[in-house]
């Protein structure tokens, strides 16, 4: 009894692992090789907006899937790789794209870590400045019997 028992829920934990694998293939009917690898270049440079860490191409997310099949389609209405991305960020903003261009939308993303780091250093600059001008405290003088407690 037990050993159908196991059997019975091995083989039901394999089922799912198979309608799970077969939910995650997302195939596409691609025209040649060419048009695929378009398309994985193409996903693999746009963000997924529900995701944001991961790009379209590697994305399990739902509008991940619906925005791949628009890339698709958009692809097989023969418009090019700039049209897409350009009709994603009209949509989406530039945050869809990978690599955002810089602009004065994005200028503070590509030059925020660099005015942080900047500010940082005139704070510590400023503060060795302040502390220089007042004198460092002494340190502690050993006591009289040599001991530094």
């Known amino acids: 009894m ?3 028992l196991r059997a019975s829920v091995l083989l039901l934990l394999v089922s799912l692992a198979g309608i799970a694998a077969a939910q995650a293939i ?6 040649d090789h060419a048009e695929e690898l378009r398309f994985q270049h193409l996903t693999s440079e746009l963000r997924c907006l529900v995701c944001q860490d991961e790009n379209l191409a ?3 997310a739902d509008f991940a899937r619906d925005l791949r099949h628009k890339v698709f389609e958009l692809m097989q209405q023969g418009q090019s790789d700039a049209q897409i991305k350009q009709y994603l960020v009209d949509r989406y903003s530039d945050f869809v794209l990978y690599d955002p261009p810089v602009n004065h939308r994005t200028w503070l993303l ?3 870590p660099l005015l942080i780091l900047i500010a940082g250093a005139l704070v510590v600059a400023n503060t060795i400045r302040k502390r220089s001008r007042s004198g460092a405290p002494a340190a502690a003088a050993p ?7």
């Open 58 to 60: 590697d994305s399990n």
């Open 143 to 149: 006591t009289e019997n040599g001991d530094d407690w």
């Open 110 to 112: 590509w030059f925020g």
């Open 2 to 4: 037990l050993k159908r």
């Open 26 to 31: 997302d195939p596409l009917p691609f025209r």
